[in-house]
């Protein structure tokens, strides 16, 4: 049982540099999320997607775009970094909205 | 709007203490409410949660009960073991259309526990 899987766990990028954090889920599940996390801040939501095709925006999807081609993969792509978006980002999946979730280990990102 | 807000940390208890982390939540409709936990170097794991007012939810010696008339989901545990140290977020998803269920985090607290 694989569940949420994140790759890379870590890594540092130079401002302007793009990258791309990828999501796999391995549980079917039509609802995926990417959240970052700031210390003392909790977790804001960056983008979100109820299925393969249909994504959406969340609470700060500035600076970040997605795709979903598929159930399975939900991958967050960086564009031109900046120091801002150094946090760890957490890939999430669910079934319906009152199940909860299953996160993957994150990914702690910083911008030099 | 809908929020979330939980008490701050962080708290520091001696082994077999008893635990309280209040959370209290603004939401419009009917709201889930959730408790994770996270610990060091891992991302969130459910801990419990509750579906509609009144409900308990309990896991692992923890539980929190739905209070719609206070809008509350304090997260209690009778006698908390140094295992339990970790980061506690407390949630809630919205149910209605166009919410799409995203989970709306209060900003932690970190629980210590001293042998």
């Known amino acids: 049982n694989a569940g949420v899987t994140q790759t890379p766990k870590f890594r540092i990028l130079k401002i302007g540099q793009s990258m791309t954090l990828q999501c796999a889920q391995d549980?079917?599940?039509?609802?995926m999320y990417w959240y970052r996390q700031d210390p003392g801040m909790g977790l804001k939501l960056i983008y979100y997607?109820?299925?393969?095709?249909?994504?959406d925006k969340g609470e700060v999807p500035n600076g970040y775009n997605v795709s979903r081609s598929t159930t399975e993969d939900f991958p967050l792509r960086l564009e031109l970094a900046a120091p801002s978006q150094t946090s760890v980002y957490f890939c999430?999946?669910?079934?319906?909205?009152?199940?909860?979730?299953?996160f993957g280990s994150g990914t702690r990102l910083t911008v030099v | 709007g809908n929020s979330v807000t939980q008490m701050e940390g962080p708290v520091t208890l001696s082994e077999e203490a008893f635990l309280t982390i209040n959370c209290t939540y603004t939401?419009?409709?009917?709201?889930?409410l959730f408790w994770y936990v996270q610990y060091p170097g891992e991302g969130l794991q459910l801990l419990l949660k509750?579906?509609?007012?009144?409900d308990k939810g309990s896991n692992k010696g923890f539980e929190a009960t739905y209070r719609k008339e206070t809008t509350s989901f304090h997260l209690e545990k009778g006698s908390v073991q140094v295992s339990d140290s970790a980061v506690y977020f407390c949630?809630?998803?919205?149910?209605?259309?166009?919410?799409?269920?995203?989970?709306?985090f209060g900003k932690g607290t970190k629980l210590s526990v001293k042998p």
């Open positions: 997607s109820v299925g393969a095709g249909i994504t």
């Open positions: 949630a809630l998803s919205l149910n209605y259309g166009g919410s799409q269920g995203n989970l709306i």
């Open positions: 509750a579906t509609k007012a009144d």
């Open positions: 549980m079917n599940h039509n609802y």
């Open positions: 939401a419009t409709g009917y709201p889930s």
């Open positions: 999430a999946s669910g079934e319906a909205s009152n199940y909860g979730y299953t």
